[in-house]
Every structure is written in structure tokens, then in C-alpha cells.
């Protein structure tokens, strides 16, 4: 394996030893991201979904100017507390002027129970371009930090298929790329010209056919079985990465 070095593709661990969201590539071309399992236990072969978004988290007001070449955006929380790590090596984005634009990984933060309170956020690269009170910031935790079942509603981006079980809030390996597996829900077959798939609306954690009829489906690999059969595994190609 490449990049899957301290912990092999089908083990589990209660220890995280890889960053989350590492990527890994098997001699056969497959691809894999290192995740965290959330509060329920992974399912084998269910598609998955990161960790459900928090709007509150969105368009929050930056409450200290900041200067080109800082490390530190303060910004007043938007109705939702922040806990310990709860973003760490997650997304900020300056989403509007001044500074608009700008992407940043968190480093660290401030824990704040304050659910209107001020919290600052250290970003890993600096600012190159100055923030004001004007401006407004979002932060979004990692991908593959407490990923769950993919729901009939998604709540997030899918991230992969989980290869086992895996153990509540534990660390491990999930498909994301390349030949493999997905559950196919109880809906429309696929055939010979439907071999697009897509998260399913119908049934969690499971796949579905995209046909012309739906609007503006989530294309996340392809089938390769000229038929495939409900509520089955079914093989698969994922383009998720």
C-alpha cells in the first residue's frame, strides 16, 4: 500500500495513526481516506456521508481586524458553542470582502460555551489579505472527522464506502476511488445504459442507479454489472476521489 503504512486498510483503532483524511493508494489503483467513525458504528459496504453540517457555523462576523501575515481570525460564534478539537484540522473561508476567498486549514482553536461568544481560530498558512469587522468567515469541521451513514436527506458530501465494521468513534480506512463494493438500494435496477450511481434517496447507506429523470444527481462512481440487484452488493467503481 501507499500512505497506508501504521495502520493496515482492514484494521480498526481506538488511536487515530494517520491524519485524517490521508489518502491511500493499493497496487491496483484503488483509493482510500483515513476517517474517524462518528456516533453510530460503520456498517460494511454502506455508503457514508461527512459529519452532518452545522449552518450556525456559516457567515459569522469576523470581531477583530486582522492583519496580512496573521494566523489568528477571531470571529463571533453564530449560535453554536465550540468544544475542544471540534474543528481542528478542519476548513475556515473568508467567504465575503474584505478578504473574500481566502482557504485556510485550522490548526487550533479556543473552546467557547458562549453560544454568541468570540472565538479565535489559528489557521496553519497566513492571511494575504487583511480582514475587517466587515468581513465574514465559515469553518467546517474535517470531512472524515465523525462520518456517518449516508441519510435518504444528505447533510453533507459523500466521503467513501466503509470497507467493515467499524467501531463507534473509532479510526480506520473507507473506499473512496477505484473497483470495489457499494449497497444497491430496493429502487430501480440499473441497466445497460444507467451504469451511473449516485447516493440513493430511498434507503440509507446505499446506492442507486441515476437515470434522466432525476435533476441534478450526485455522480459518485459507476456499476459494473449489466443488472444490478436490489439490496445487494454490487460491484462497483467509485469516484468519490
Known amino acids: ?85 471540534q474543528f481542528e484540522e478542519g476548513e475556515l473561508v473568508v467567504e465575503t470582502t474584505p478578504g473574500i476567498g481566502q482557504w485556510r486549514r485550522i490548526r487550533r482553536h479556543e473552546v467557547q460555551t458562549s453560544t454568541t461568544g468570540s472565538c479565535d481560530f489559528t489557521i496553519y498558512e497566513p492571511l494575504k489579505i487583511a480582514l475587517t469587522t466587515t468581513s465574514q468567515v465559515s469553518v467546517r469541521k474535517n470531512a472524515y472527522d465523525g462520518v456517518v451513514d449516508f441519510p435518504v436527506t444528505p447533510t453533507g458530501a459523500p466521503i467513501g464506502v466503509a470497507l467493515y465494521a467499524m467501531t463507534i468513534a473509532y479510526f480506520g480506512w473507507v473506499h473512496s476511488g477505484g473497483p470495489g463494493v457499494a449497497l444497491y438500494d430496493n429502487q430501480t435496477n440499473s441497466a445497460a445504459d444507467e451504469s451511473a450511481i449516485m447516493p440513493s434517496r430511498d434507503v440509507a447507506g446505499s446506492v442507486t ?29 467509485l469516484t468519490i476521489d
Open 1 to 85: 500500500m501507499i500512505n497506508i503504512t501504521a495502520q493496515a486498510l482492514y484494521d480498526e483503532s481506538s488511536v487515530r495513526q494517520h491524519q485524517l483524511g490521508t489518502l491511500g493508494v493499493d497496487k491496483y489503483g484503488a483509493r482510500y481516506r483515513y476517517i474517524q467513525a462518528g456516533a453510530v458504528a460503520l456498517v460494511t459496504g454502506h455508503l457514508l456521508q461527512e459529519a452532518a453540517e452545522d449552518t450556525n457555523y456559516r457567515s459569522m462576523a469576523v470581531d477583530t481586524a486582522a492583519a496580512i501575515g496573521d494566523k489568528v481570525v477571531s470571529v463571533t460564534l453564530g449560535g453554536t458553542a465550540v468544544t475542544a478539537n
Open 209 to 237: 442507479p441515476v437515470t434522466e429523470a432525476l435533476a441534478a444527481p450526485v455522480h459518485i462512481g459507476f456499476g459494473r454489472e449489466q443488472v444490478s440487484v436490489d439490496s445487494t452488493m454490487g460491484f462497483v467503481t
